[in-house]
């Protein structure tokens, strides 16, 4: 490092407060701070501002109906399509030349398509779902990598009123039937594979496997062709491939449906406590008019630019940040398909010059490896069209955010740290870039019309610097509605914490820890549950141990997140052999890691798997799980005079160290 970088790293390291660049608010979509209390007067009517953004077919009559809480139901009795949101409307407004989608494959290749070849495309991939069977209602699974035919297939599904359930590439066959099996979905559009690292990876074995457990008949399964000739396959008797049926339907025309309001456009599983994934449904108005405002306001879209968020669209952030959000505001949205450090680690760095993208979003895990990278991979780019720049997904350390700011963003750049989940549909507590100033390591207030507070366990606020747990007082339009065909668990698992039901008083618990500061600004501790955040991604621990204790040998285990430098969070299995199998730990370690593979996927390998003849316990017998957490990621240990069986923590944690 130079000297005069050393003395710009010193002076960042002492700042502690950022404000956003003169040249930024000048230009941003959102500048007035009386907007929160505009928001917080004329609330639930603000969210009209939302809902403004989209065009409807039918105006609503209310914007929020509350009778039936906590199933809130948001702008009733419009309609509305979200597929000519995102498309036909920007087409009809002259802009079928703009760039929609600008794609690049890991190995170069590129691919654009301007909003009317994207509308082409999206309608005749519609009349294929038809001609397949596909009507209204109907679920259809999409279990695709990063290739423009995700979102084509996801808007073609909602064109037709298809609600689609997006399952990550990157999950595991069982992952797939799961998921299908949970959702009834009778439909799947997959892919024959992708490249990562420059290797072509076969993802229709995944998928084919995957259908082997679906307990319903699959009415229709088509592939889409990545890999050409990099990966021969041959379909399986009645899966049809992609571009042989969109060019059978070339030149198709099908006009959207319109959908209700409250019609749900898809599902998206998430973790939870259990071992069994959360539907969570997002619905066509409020999720829709949700994103549209949060890119707007928050990430600053415009027409105009050039934005990209590095998620996969597999997750919520893809959904809401690469697909809907931005395309509803008719920006160009970018979509990379490899990593990030192929060929070489300045990778994304290039994609931003060529590409000369003004907005970036992506997560801290991402930020951290940049950093131990090092900066000359920026640097020797010229990043200069950046004007904003976003994280999400788990808390960013002052460090490398500062990092971020410094190198990324040339200190030009205003940093959004966004708080949301996949239940929240979109950002919720979050600077806005063109009026607050910014403090590293903290997301900043909720957003305008967010009534998203830090409370004891009593619901009681906090004091400034004192931790609590958030929770969010009033409803918003992008929430999630219900979990798919479990209203009962959608109760239990985010309403019944803090709500006073008698009272009709509906408070909405996130499961994180948090901190507020004196001006209202929010520091996210982390999730309070079961759920732990490996590289943004969340895993449910007890998915992971179901798994382990299916290994034969394994008697029991105990999954927890420890602290790890780059990930965030990493995943620690504790498993106590069965008898006679003490000597075959090896085995069991490999099996255990292949179990996991199989029931989840590579993104739940765990660091470490230790066997133990005991795990820490209450009295009462229930593993003490936030011991274990503290071993993994090397912290002083609590007091331990509660266990029935003090000594194996000691021992356990001499294992960890040694191993
Ligand atoms: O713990 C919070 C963390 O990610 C969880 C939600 O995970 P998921 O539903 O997969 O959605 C991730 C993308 C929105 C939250 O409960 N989280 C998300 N964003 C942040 C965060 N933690 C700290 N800071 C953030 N900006």
């Not at 042989?244 to 198709?252: K, M, R, T, Y």
């Not at 890119?295 to 590095?310: F, G, N, Q, R």
Request: net charge negative.
């Amino acid at each position: 490092m130079s000297q005069e970088e050393a003395s710009l790293e010193a002076r960042l390291e002492e700042q502690a407060e950022f404000d956003p660049p003169e040249s930024f608010v000048e230009q941003a979509n959102v500048t007035d701070p009386g907007i929160y209390e505009e928001f917080e007067e004329n609330w639930p009517d603000c969210w009209e501002r939302a809902a403004n953004l989209l065009s409807w077919d039918e105006a609503y009559d209310t914007v929020l109906e509350d009778d039936d809480a906590p199933f809130y139901e948001w702008f009733t009795g419009g309609e509305l399509n979200a597929s000519y949101n995102c498309l036909d409307r920007h087409v009809e407004e002259g802009a079928k030349n703009r760039a929609a989608i600008k794609w690049e494959g890991e190995l170069g290749e590129t691919r654009t398509y301007t909003y009317g070849e994207l509308l082409n495309e999206v309608e005749a991939f519609a009349a294929t779902l038809r001609e397949l069977g596909v009507e209204e209602d109907d679920i259809v699974t999409l279990y695709m990598p990063m290739v423009p035919e995700l979102p084509i297939a996801m808007l073609a599904c909602a064109r037709i009123g298809a609600p689609h359930s997006v399952v990550f590439a990157g999950f595991s066959a069982d992952a797939l039937a799961t998921r299908m099996n949970s959702a009834d979905s009778e439909y799947l559009v997959t892919c024959d594979g992708y490249y990562r690292r420059g290797d072509a990876l076969d993802h229709l074995s995944k998928a084919t496997e995957g259908l082997e457990s679906v307990e319903h008949e699959v009415e229709e399964v088509v592939v889409v062709d990545r890999l050409g000739e990099a990966l021969e396959h041959s379909l399986a008797d009645g899966h049809h491939d992609y571009d042989e049926l969109v060019a059978e339907h070339e030149g198709a025309s099908v006009d959207p449906v319109s959908r209700d309001a409250e019609d749900m456009l898809f599902l998206m599983y998430t973790s939870g406590t259990t071992g069994k994934p959360k539907g969570v449904k997002h619905t066509t108005g409020g999720y829709l008019a949700y994103t549209a405002w949060t890119s707007h306001a928050v990430l600053d879209v415009k027409p105009e630019d050039t934005y990209w968020c590095s998620a996969d669209i597999g997750w919520i952030t893809g959904h809401s940040y690469i697909v809907y959000g931005p395309l509803a505001l008719g920006t160009t949205t970018v979509m990379y398909e490899g990593t990030p450090d192929y060929p070489e680690k300045d990778r994304l760095w290039e994609i931003v010059e060529t590409n000369r993208v003004d907005v970036f979003y992506t997560a801290p895990t991402a930020i951290r490896a940049f950093m131990k990278w090092g900066s000359q991979y920026p640097d020797r780019h010229d990043l200069s069209s950046l004007r904003l720049l976003g994280t999400v997904g788990e808390p960013i350390n002052p460090r490398a955010w500062k990092w971020y700011y410094q190198h990324i963003g040339g200190e030009e750049c205003p940093i959004v740290d966004t708080w949301w989940q996949t239940e929240t549909g979109g950002m919720m507590i979050t600077t806005l870039p063109g009026i607050n100033t910014m403090k590293p390591g903290s997301a900043g207030p909720p957003l305008p019309g967010i009534d998203a507070r830090v409370a004891d366990v009593n619901g009681e606020e906090v004091d400034p610097g004192e931790a609590g747990y958030v929770t969010i007082n009033n409803p918003w339009p992008g929430m999630l509605r219900t979990l798919y065909n479990n209203d009962e668990r959608f109760i239990s698992e985010y309403w019944e914490e803090y709500s006073d039901e008698e009272a009709d008083e509906w408070v909405y618990f996130p499961e994180d820890g948090a901190k507020l500061d004196e001006d209202g600004y929010v520091t996210i501790l982390g999730r309070v549950d079961d759920v732990i955040n490996v590289s943004g991604h969340r895993l449910g621990t007890m998915e992971i141990e179901s798994a382990v204790v299916g290994v034969e040998g394994i008697a029991e285990a105990a999954v927890v997140g420890g602290e790890h430098d780059v990930k965030g969070e990493a995943v620690y299995v504790y498993a106590i052999p069965e008898d006679g199998y003490e000597d075959q730990e090896a085995e069991l370690e490999e099996q255990a890691e292949q179990a996991i593979l199989d029931s989840i996927g590579p993104i739940a390998k765990p660091e470490q798997v230790l066997f133990t003849h005991e795990l820490p316990k209450t009295r009462s017998g229930k593993i003490m799980r936030r011991l274990l957490e503290d071993i993994a990621s090397g912290n002083e240990l609590g007091n331990t005079s509660t266990l029935r069986n003090p000594e194996v923590v000691d021992e356990i944690a001499e294992q960890v160290e040694s191993d």
